[in-house]
């Protein structure tokens, strides 16, 4: 059965530390990666979208692919508490596909 | 982006009804997607609509307990038929392929 994983937390990180989610993935032919942030009670957003091996930034935020080891993830840099929130991985799985596969969702906390 | 408007945003209805979830993009999609959120849970794809054609559930969601319209570029429905209290959810659409993918703000249905 084709799954996306991820811990569920809650993962609790001092203001201004670095915040690292993970998640991993078994289809090997998944093709595109994604992290949604999602507030409570609010629909996900979408943050980073990822498709080659290797680091991508924007801003605070750098996702990692690793094909190779089907893993993915988030790094959030001098973290804020406004980051408190949960974080969804997402795997779009096979060629051509656009569905969404979500993982459980990560918990993150912020402490001021 | 796109944006993405649902209706209604909330609603509390009885055991045994039905209710009509409309989702408006402000463009035109090929491909428009609703999901479910259980509480406390990440999202489970219901269906794909595509305009013109059947929609394209997933395993475990059928047409008579989920039917969708998608009757133009721009606008799709869900009705959730029958409901029980297990109907319980947040309700999204959202659009785009396979780089990104946008959802709307979701209908939260409360089945007493």
């Known amino acids: 059965q084709k799954e996306v994983e991820q811990n569920s937390g809650p993962l609790s990180v001092p203001e201004g530390a670095i915040a690292s989610l993970n998640c991993t993935y078994s289809?090997?032919?998944?093709?595109?990666f994604f992290w949604y942030r999602q507030y409570s009670g609010k629909s996900p957003e979408l943050i980073m979208f990822?498709?080659?091996?290797g680091d991508k930034e924007d801003g605070r935020f750098t996702a990692q692919l690793n094909k190779a080891s089907q893993y993915v993830s988030l790094l959030i840099r001098d973290s804020q508490p406004s980051d408190s929130a949960t974080y969804l991985c997402a795997v779009i799985e096979g060629q051509g596909a656009q569905k969404l596969v979500f993982g459980q969702g990560t918990r993150l906390t912020i402490n001021p | 982006s796109a944006v993405i408007s649902q209706k209604p945003s909330r609603d509390i209805c009885q055991r045994g009804t039905s209710l009509t979830i409309q989702c408006q993009v402000d463009s035109q999609v090929t491909m428009m997607f609703w999901y479910r959120q259980q509480p406390g849970q990440s999202l489970t794809l219901i269906a794909t609509?595509?305009?013109?054609?059947?929609?394209?559930?997933e395993s475990g969601f059928v047409i008579d307990k989920f039917p969708i319209s998608r009757p133009n570029l721009t606008f799709s429905t869900l009705t959730v038929s029958n409901m029980s209290p297990e109907d319980s959810s947040i309700y999204l659409c959202?659009?785009?392929?396979?780089?990104?993918?946008?959802f709307g703000p979701g209908t939260r249905l409360l089945v007493l």
């Open positions: 990822i498709y080659s091996n």
């Open positions: 609509a595509n305009q013109g054609s059947e929609a394209t559930y």
């Open positions: 959202s659009v785009g392929g396979a780089e990104t993918q946008y």
């Open positions: 289809d090997r032919g998944s093709q595109s």
